[in-house]
T-cell receptor, first 111, second 113 residues
């Protein structure tokens, strides 16, 4: 099955700093999503980005499907950005269509 | 109102008890999923359903069963709960109309003592 690796596993930032989170995947995918899991455990959809670049406020994401990686950029970080960021992929042409999750990047933003 | 809801949000139960977690969605999606998250890990698939008559086992289905009562409702049961089923459980939905982007419920935090 598809393997998903995220880096770095942990990241500590000072408020206002920028960061880049990386997601590598081992096979072709039709779906790639980035999520933010907040301290209460809720999964927030950030981006649905099987290819290309998208931006939403201070966050942006780029997926290069041919090279099998995706990047999540966080600019001018805020304490509310703290939590775990997950990358998840799937190939909905397969039998399941479920998402395969990486282990996440735990981000801590200090005031 | 949330598109994907889960009940209960928190539950503590004892070993050997039967428990049901419920998921409802108003998105009109055909596909529904149950995932489990253990501390420090990503989510893993328990069961999935592509429509009311199509239910399939996922990666970690042992000890669980499901019921798709309607397009909008998908329930997960633990027939005889055990402590290593303590986890955060998520329901999700997807559909071709949304490019199979998955939308998650708020999660159910289950503790088995």
């Amino acid at each position: 099955g598809i393997q998903v690796e995220q880096s770095p596993p942990d990241l500590i930032l000072q408020e206002g700093a920028n960061s880049t989170l990386r997601c590598n995947f081992s096979d072709s995918v039709n779906n790639l999503q980035w999520f933010h899991q907040n301290p209460w455990g809720q999964l927030i959809n950030l981006f649905y980005i099987p290819s290309g670049t998208k931006q939403n406020g201070r966050l942006s994401a780029t997926t290069v499907a041919t090279e099998r990686y995706s990047l999540l950029y966080i600019s001018s970080s805020q304490t509310t950005d703290s939590g775990v960021y997950f990358c998840a992929v799937s190939n909905y042409g397969g039998s399941q269509g479920n998402l395969i999750f990486g282990k996440g990047t735990k981000l801590s933003v200090k005031p | 109102d949330a598109d994907v809801t889960q009940t209960p949000r928190n539950r503590i139960t004892k070993t050997g008890k039967r428990i049901m977690l419920e998921c409802s969605q108003t998105k009109g999606h055909d596909r529904m999923y149950w995932y489990r998250q253990d501390p420090g890990l990503g989510l893993r698939l328990i069961y999935y359903s592509f429509d009311v008559k199509d239910i399939n086992k996922g990666e970690i289905s042992d000890g669980y069963s499901v019921s798709r009562q309607a397009q909008a409702k998908f329930s997960l049961s633990l027939e005889s709960a055990i402590p290593n089923q303590t986890a955060l459980y998520f329901c999700a939905t997807s559909d071709a109309r949304d490019g199979y982007e998955q939308y998650f419920g708020p999660g159910t935090r289950l503790t088995v003592t």
